[in-house]
């Protein structure tokens, strides 16, 4: 059963703000939030990971929630070169599971 | 080199042969996994293991066979390969724990005539 809902697509204009949104309504308490992304053909690569707090990285920002049953990553400013699928996971830590995700295109 | 990769990137094999995909990563992580990637079906988990001599199976284990007699090798091997095996099959490796961050290798297309 899958535990995160993604849109099937999303584009986005070169230079913008990507934000690519997750609904996990039945999230657990102990379950974190990962956002994996896949540049086509190759294998997947690690953008972030949260449990209830606001996260930002190099790559990326993670906005949760309070109740936790959403979430958005946000690219600051999109390139081509983040078109790619986008996976949103929750998981308690014991296994990553893989749903459709959100292809992203970014536009020039 | 340092990281994570796969051998061979692309193989193609005959129903009821035996074909092992290696992985090796070169930074001591202690889990490794392989997922296999399949149109309309995503990626699924194969099998993984927390450390050398510790293997688990994952959601599409059957017609599958894994070790890992060090660290850094985690290979997989069918053992008598199927159309439906016919797949992308990804190895990836994590170090603190089961899903912190996990790092994924550029995978292997194996087509199964």
């Known amino acids: 059963d899958a535990k995160t809902t993604q849109p099937p697509s999303m584009d986005c204009a070169e230079g913008r703000a990507a934000n690519l949104p997750c609904n996990h309504s039945t999230i657990s308490g102990n379950e974190y939030v990962y956002w994996y992304r896949q540049i086509h053909s190759q294998g997947p690569q690690y953008i972030i990971h949260g449990l209830k707090n606001n996260e930002t990285n190099e790559m990326a920002s993670l906005i949760i929630t309070e109740d936790r049953k959403s979430s958005t990553l946000i690219l600051p400013h999109a390139t081509l070169r983040d078109t790619a699928v986008y996976y949103c996971i929750v998981s308690l830590g014991d296994k990553l599971v893989f749903g459709a995700g959100t292809i992203l295109r970014v536009k020039s | ?113």
């Not at chain 2, 070169?26 to 309309?40: A, C, E, K, N, V």
């Not at chain 2, 159309?83 to 297309?109: I, L, N």
């Open chain 2, 1 to 113: 080199d340092a990281g994570i990769t796969q051998s061979p990137r692309y193989k193609i094999t005959e129903t009821g042969r035996q074909v092992t995909l290696m992985c090796h990563q070169t930074w001591s992580h202690s889990y490794m996994f392989w997922y296999r990637q399949d149109l309309g079906h995503g990626l699924r988990l194969i099998y993984y293991s927390a450390a050398a001599d510790i293997t688990d199976k994952g959601e599409v284990p059957d017609g599958y066979v894994v070790s890992r007699s060090k660290t850094e090798n985690f290979p997989l091997t069918l053992e008598s390969a199927t159309r439906s095996q016919t797949s992308v099959y990804f190895c990836a490796s994590s170090g603190d724990s089961f899903t912190y961050e996990q790092y994924f290798g550029p995978g292997t297309r194996l087509t199964v005539t």
